[in-house]
T-cell receptor, first 119, second 114 residues
Framework: AQTVTQSQPEMSVQEAETVTLSCTYD???????LFWYKQPPSRQMILVIR??????QNATENRFSVNFQKAAKSFSLKISDSQLGDAAMYFC????????????????FGKGTHLIIQP | DGGITQSPKYLFRKEGQNVTLSCEQN?????MYWYRQDPGQGLRLIYY???????QKGDIAEGYSVSREKKESFPLTVTSAQKNPTAFYLC?????????????FGAGTRLSVL
C-alpha cells in the first residue's frame, strides 16, 4: 500500500519570505501523480499543484513550485513571496496512474502541515 | 456554476441513528469519492464509485454505506454501526479523463454525535 508522510506538523514564515513544505511517499509503482492541496479555515480543499511522475520537469504555478525527486521519493512544495492568504493546512497526496491499474481509486493523503504566515 | 454541493453543512446524530450526507455534482464527472477527516489527520477514503450502480470500499468503509443511482449523486449513510462518527466528511469527484486524476472537492459536512 502507498503511504504519504509529511514530517512537519506546523511551519511558520514571515510574510514575503519563502517556505518549503516537505513530503515523502512510498510506492512500488513507476507511474503516478502527486498533488499538493490547500485547506484554508473554510475547510474547502483547493488544488495547488500537480506533478506527473514520468515528467522530469518540476511543476510550477505562479508562486508555487515543487522539487520532485523520484529516486528519493520526495515531493516538496516551495511557496515564494508568502502572503497572508497562504495560511492554511497543506496536504500532500498520491494517486496511481491509470497505467498502474489505478487512476480513479482515490487519493492517499499525508497528515498535513499547518502553515502560519506572520505579518 | 459547476461544482460539488454537500448538504447539510452541519449534522447531528443521536445514538443508534442512521444519517445520510448528500453529495451532488453538476460537473458531469464519472467518478465520485467520500473521505473522512479527523483532527490532525489527513483525509481517509471511505467509498468511491467510478460509474453509476457500482462502488468500491475504501480504507475505512466499516459502518458506512453508499449508493450511486444517478451520475450526479453519491449519498453517504453513516450507520449506527459506526461507533465514532464525529468527523468532517468531504465528497470529491474527478472527470472521465483519468490522465488528469484531479479531484474536486465539496465544502464538506461536519457530523457530530449528540
Amino acid at each position: 500500500a502507498q503511504t504519504v508522510t509529511q514530517s512537519q506538523p506546523e511551519m511558520s514564515v514571515q510574510e514575503a519570505e519563502t517556505v518549503t513544505l516537505s513530503c515523502t511517499y512510498d510506492t512500488s509503482e513507476s507511474d503516478y501523480y502527486l498533488f499538493w492541496y490547500k485547506q484554508p479555515p473554510s475547510r474547502q480543499m483547493i488544488l495547488v499543484i500537480r506533478q506527473e511522475a514520468y515528467k522530469q520537469q518540476n511543476a510550477t504555478e505562479n508562486r508555487f513550485s515543487v522539487n520532485f525527486q523520484k529516486a528519493a521519493k520526495s515531493f516538496s512544495l516551495k511557496i515564494s513571496d508568502s502572503q497572508l492568504g497562504d495560511a492554511a493546512m497543506y496536504f500532500c497526496a498520491y494517486s496511481p496512474s491509470e497505467g498502474s491499474g489505478g487512476g480513479a481509486d482515490g487519493l492517499t493523503f499525508g497528515k498535513g502541515t499547518h502553515l502560519i504566515i506572520q505579518p | 456554476d459547476g461544482g460539488i454541493t454537500q448538504s447539510p453543512k452541519y449534522l447531528f446524530r443521536k445514538e443508534g441513528q442512521n444519517v445520510t450526507l448528500s453529495c451532488e455534482q453538476n460537473l458531469n464527472h464519472d467518478a465520485m469519492y467520500w473521505y473522512r477527516q479527523d483532527p490532525g489527520q489527513g483525509l481517509r477514503l471511505i467509498y468511491y464509485s467510478q460509474i453509476v450502480n457500482d462502488f468500491q470500499k475504501g480504507d475505512i468503509a466499516e459502518g458506512y454505506s453508499v449508493s450511486r443511482e444517478k451520475k450526479e449523486s453519491f449519498p453517504l449513510t453513516v450507520t449506527s454501526a459506526q461507533k465514532n462518527p464525529t468527523a468532517f466528511y468531504l465528497c470529491a469527484s474527478t472527470d472521465g479523463s483519468l490522465a488528469k486524476n484531479i479531484q474536486y472537492f465539496g465544502a464538506g459536512t461536519r457530523l457530530s454525535v449528540l
